[in-house]
């Protein structure tokens, strides 16, 4: 799993993290405390998320809260960082 202190994430994380917590990007964006525009600049970008940390961090924070566990690179299949729901029995 990613480190909390290392706030590297892709939009494509970020996006496919609120699709497993079953979340609309206004529901994403008040629980993060950003705006939508914000979000979708975020959930847009081709690789790591350009934001400032601090909007990194509360997405990043809002996903866990609702049960997203963030893998790095080693730990996919695919070897690229991917998402996962948490088991609800944990």
Do not use: C, Y
Not at 7 to 26: C, V
Not at 30 to 36: E, G, K, M, V
Request: charged content about 20%; aromatic content about 2%.
């Amino acid at each position: 799993m990613i480190p909390m202190d290392q706030i590297s994430l892709t939009g494509h994380q970020i996006a496919a993290a609120r699709t497993l917590a079953n979340m609309t990007q206004k529901d994403l964006a008040d629980r993060a405390n950003i705006s939508i525009p914000t979000l979708k600049r975020m959930e847009g970008a081709k690789s790591d998320v350009v934001a400032m940390s601090n909007n990194a961090r509360a997405v990043r924070a809002a996903l866990e809260g609702a049960g997203i566990i963030f893998l790095s690179d080693g730990e996919t299949i695919s070897g690229g960082p991917g998402v996962r729901l948490r088991d609800r029995q944990s």
